[in-house]
């Protein structure tokens, strides 16, 4: 089971823009971000293959890029025009499917406030 390791949240303003990044200690099919906002349950918010097919919500569709460097196992996801909706902690993935999910990272609070 590989561990996963996050960076990258914080607190940003309306508008702005934030990139997490979230390392794997070995490779892996499938890496990811989940959501989980204040009073809801954990959703997807984007998952990427090891040859790039991605999957993204609706919600955060024109708005957020997932990327990845297989060299690294590194999965990274480009947030831009946050909105206070967006506010949650965001949660790294890894699993053997697309959206099927194997392991978890520890989490990163994202808050976007003025």
């Known amino acids: 089971q590989v561990q996963l390791v996050e960076s990258g949240g914080g607190l940003v303003q309306p508008g702005g823009s934030l990139t997490l990044s979230c390392a794997a200690s070995g490779s892996i099919f499938s890496m990811g971000w989940y959501r989980q906002g204040p009073g809801k349950q954990r959703e997807l918010v984007a998952v990427i293959s090891r040859a790039g097919s991605t999957v993204y919500a609706d919600s955060v569709k024109g708005r957020f890029t997932i990327s990845r460097d297989n060299a690294k196992n590194t999965v990274y996801l480009q947030m831009n025009s946050l909105k206070p909706e967006d506010t949650a902690v965001y949660y790294c993935?890894?699993?053997?499917?697309?959206?099927?999910?194997?392991?978890w990272g520890q989490g990163t609070q994202v808050t976007v406030s003025s």
């Open positions: 993935s890894a699993g053997y499917l697309l959206q099927s999910v194997a392991s």
